[in-house]
């Protein structure tokens, strides 16, 4: 393996997990933001992203000296051999992917890359943009690759360092060869590919992903209308190998920063193309009509009757983020039903292990307590919104103990129902008999 200079653009989920674990790997690595103060906070070694082991390797990387920080995008690539874009491509006006961060980096560092570099767009983004960026770029001397990442949120770390399959795609052979081999120590399966089927792999991959999840929430749905029980049948279909167990649990609706922009670029980069792709946009339907059966289940398990009245009803949410064992609320299904719950009149009170009282990503119609006695306290019903393992072991008995009446709607079907059942509380799931 070649050690190489290594220059990352934006410090996030992606940034931050990209250069501590090339660092790791024995690479150089610079990673730049446009935020001065995580700039200063990341040079000092402190993390604030929730992901197991990335403040360790942070602070190994720079105690090595391969890893260090810097402000604004220019400073990171002075003498790099490779650089990897990891900004934000957010859904943009009519849920396009908007690449506007992505095309200002490219303006910002373009005349400064050395000759002979290589730059990697590490962020997702559409079909067309690697032959986009070396347009903008207008370098002779640069390659562009595209080089997707599908860590998770929680694991990424594990994931980046145990990857499934690396993706590189490029129109020159060297190029991707030269990207592929920062991973070889990974010994991870590769796919060198061309730069528009790397790209497509990203999105088919996430687009496949909400489609298997707005599929099992879907026949959750007919469990319910059919007196079957969900858990049943996703484990008997999830044995077949061509389909498998993983991503078959329903939910409240698939969300997080990912998925959502994902399946809408998805739609528009088909419909670009000319071709209608009714597949996504039923997943994506389906997703949305999720959400509202959420707050339709909460009716009728606080009402006893379809359509009740949530006016003024106070309700204890369990769980914020998108999913469990990470701290990121961007498009999170929790947020969605509560919006919902509070548009229908409820009054929210939630509790969540990684959202603390006082967070300003929380708008001011939810309540936000740092224990879920409290949330629970002269409320209607619970209802878990989030994963999270530790809801299963609250004392339930205790809970019984403050809430006014003992509901429970779980959304994620996380709890265990006997115990919660034994604890005085009414179950509710879903697709469950
Ligand atoms: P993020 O919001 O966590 O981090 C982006 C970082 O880029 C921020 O720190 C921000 O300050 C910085 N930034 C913004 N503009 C910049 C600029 N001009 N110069 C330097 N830094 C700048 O985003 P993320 O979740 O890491 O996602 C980045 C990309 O990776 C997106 O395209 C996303 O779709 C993709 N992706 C994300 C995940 C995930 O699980 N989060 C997984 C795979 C792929």
């Known amino acids: 393996m070649f050690v190489r200079r290594i220059g990352v653009i934006g410090t996030g989920y992606v940034g931050l997990t990209t250069g501590a674990c090339l660092a790791s790997l024995g690479h150089h690595v610079v990673c730049a933001d446009v935020d001065a103060d995580k700039v200063k906070r990341l040079s000092a070694g402190e993390v604030d992203i929730l992901e197991p082991g990335l403040a360790e390797l942070v602070a190994e990387g720079i105690a090595a000296g391969r890893l260090s920080f810097v402000l604004g995008a220019s400073a990171a690539v002075d003498g790099a051999e490779v650089v990897f874009l990891c900004v934000p491509t957010p859904m943009g006006v009519g849920g396009v992917a908007d690449l506007s961060i992505v095309e200002s980096v490219l303006e910002e560092v373009g005349a400064l890359l050395p000759p002979g570099c290589v730059v990697v767009n590490k962020s997702t983004v559409p079909v067309g943009s690697a032959q986009r960026t070396a347009e903008l770029l207008d370098r002779e001397d640069v390659a562009v690759v595209s080089n997707p990442e599908f860590l998770r949120e929680g694991s990424a770390v594990h994931d980046f360092l145990n990857p499934d399959r690396i993706v590189v795609g490029c129109d020159q052979q060297d190029a991707a060869e030269r990207v592929a081999a920062?991973?070889?120590?990974?010994?991870?399966?590769?796919?060198?590919?061309?730069?528009?089927?790397?790209?497509?792999?990203?999105?088919?991959?996430?687009?496949?992903?909400?489609?298997?999840?707005?599929?099992?929430?879907?026949?959750?749905?007919?469990?319910?209308?059919?007196?079957?029980?969900?858990?049943?049948?996703?484990?008997?279909?999830?044995?077949?190998?061509?389909?498998?167990?993983?991503?078959?649990?329903?939910?409240?609706?698939?969300?997080?920063?990912?998925?959502?922009?994902?399946?809408?670029?998805?739609?528009?980069?088909?419909?670009?193309?000319?071709?209608?792709?009714?597949?996504?946009?039923?997943?994506?339907?389906?997703?949305?009509?999720?959400?509202?059966?959420?707050?339709?289940?909460?009716?009728?398990?606080?009402?006893?009757?379809?359509?009740?009245?949530?006016?003024?009803?106070?309700?204890?949410l369990l769980g914020l983020t998108f999913k469990a064992g990470t701290d990121d609320l961007r498009d999170s299904p929790a947020l969605a039903v509560a919006a919902l719950l509070r548009q229908a009149g409820a009054q929210l009170v939630a509790y969540d292990p990684a959202v603390r009282s006082g967070d300003t990503r929380i708008d001011e119609g939810i309540t936000v307590v740092d224990d879920p006695y409290v949330a629970a306290e002269g409320v209607q019903a619970v209802v878990v919104l989030t994963e999270w393992p530790e809801f299963r072991t609250l004392d339930w008995a205790k809970l019984a103990a403050v809430v006014a009446r003992p509901v429970v709607v779980d959304t994620r079907n996380l709890l265990d129902p006997d115990v919660v059942r034994r604890a005085g509380f009414e179950w509710n799931g879903l697709g469950r008999r």
């Open 182 to 316: 920062l991973y070889a120590r990974l010994g991870a399966p590769t796919v060198l590919t061309d730069a528009a089927s790397a790209e497509l792999v990203k999105y088919a991959a996430n687009c496949f992903l909400a489609m298997k999840l707005s599929y099992v929430n879907a026949i959750a749905e007919l469990c319910d209308r059919l007196g079957a029980d969900i858990s049943d049948v996703t484990e008997g279909v999830g044995y077949d190998k061509r389909i498998g167990q993983a991503f078959l649990q329903p939910g409240p609706g698939w969300g997080g920063s990912c998925l959502p922009k994902d399946t809408s670029a998805m739609l528009q980069l088909a419909d670009a193309a000319d071709y209608e792709f009714r597949l996504i946009r039923a997943t994506i339907d389906t997703n949305n009509r999720q959400r509202q059966r959420m707050v339709e289940k909460v009716r009728l398990a606080v009402t006893g009757k379809r359509g009740g009245s949530l006016s003024k009803v106070r309700l204890g």
